[in-house]
């Protein structure tokens, strides 16, 4: 009887492990979004590893951390057991194949160049955990909103400085589709590039409609040289009004960052 009630019960465990998500997974995130992802599908609990710069939602600062995500901590990641690694597909890096040789699960996802591929890594990400469901509802709710064109027809030409120095994005940045996105045309968007540094005299030259800052302040801005004569100073169009984490990074937060962008172009597109 005792033989036959610990079988009952190891496959009692068995099938529930088999059909519940709780039971799915020990993950390692080797990316600030991919973090943010997999907690906004539920499974912040399956993590057991996430890199140093994971610091959202607040849960995944108690989280082990494995290192830098293009020099993650090998050893301390094999030290988890996870079941599985999600990693970016970095040309030239041989971390996920360090990892498999090491017999580890990993998924290496491809870089986000539109908002569309922000879906696909959701969609990745889902199907390692078994989370599709979810998947498909968070995807739907990230769409909410984003096709609604605005009243008018103008589409301000932006200047996006991601960081000090005339750090910016191309054409192969992500951000530059969520530019479009909001209503708006990146004027470098006809750069072949991700992210780059411009000079300022090639934004003074351009001088774009409005002005995106992700740090600093538009007094800053303002008083640089020359900028005083550009149409987006003039008209008080210098936006600093996004939260930069959320708008910096391919994950769920960024459709938010989107809207708020898309309000505020709209709200002066037609002055």
């Known amino acids: 009887m005792k033989i036959s009630a610990l079988v009952f019960l190891a496959v009692c465990a068995f099938l529930f492990c088999s059909v519940s998500p709780a039971c799915a997974k020990r993950a390692v995130s080797l990316m600030p979004s991919y973090t943010e992802i997999i907690f906004e599908l539920g ?3 399956e993590l057991v590893g996430v890199s140093n710069f994971c610091d959202w939602p ?3 600062r108690a989280i082990e951390k494995v290192g830098d995500y293009l020099r993650p901590n090998l050893e301390k990641i094999y030290s988890l057991t996870p079941d599985i690694v999600f990693a970016g597909a970095w040309q030239g890096s041989s971390v996920a194949q360090d990892l498999r040789n090491a017999g580890i699960k990993v998924v290496e996802l491809p870089e986000e160049r539109r908002i569309e591929d922000i879906y696909r890594t959701i969609e990745l990400i889902a199907a390692g955990l078994g989370r599709e469901k979810v998947a498909a509802a ?3 709710k990230m769409k909410t909103g984003l096709k609604s064109k605005p009243a008018g027809s103008f589409r301000p030409s932006v200047y996006l400085e ?3 120095g005339g750090w910016t994005a191309g054409k192969r940045s992500f ?9 708006g045309r990146n004027i470098f968007a006809g750069e072949d590039k991700g992210y780059f540094q411009v000079s300022w005299e090639a934004v003074v030259k351009k001088d774009p409609d409005a002005v995106i800052m992700l740090s600093g302040s ?5 008083r640089r040289p020359m900028a005083a004569g550009l149409k987006a100073v003039k008209n008080g169009r210098v936006f600093t009004g996004l939260d930069r984490d959320a708008f910096s990074r391919p994950g769920p937060r960024l459709l938010d960052e989107v809207r708020k962008l898309k309000a505020w172009l709209n709200e002066r597109g037609n002055d």
């Open 175 to 183: 951000l530059s589709d969520a530019i479009a996105k909001a209503w």
């Open 162 to 164: 991601i960081d000090e």
């Open 43 to 45: 499974a912040g609990t």
């Open 138 to 140: 968070l995807i739907k």
């Open 218 to 222: 538009a007094s800053d801005f303002s």
């Open 58 to 60: 607040p849960g995944a």
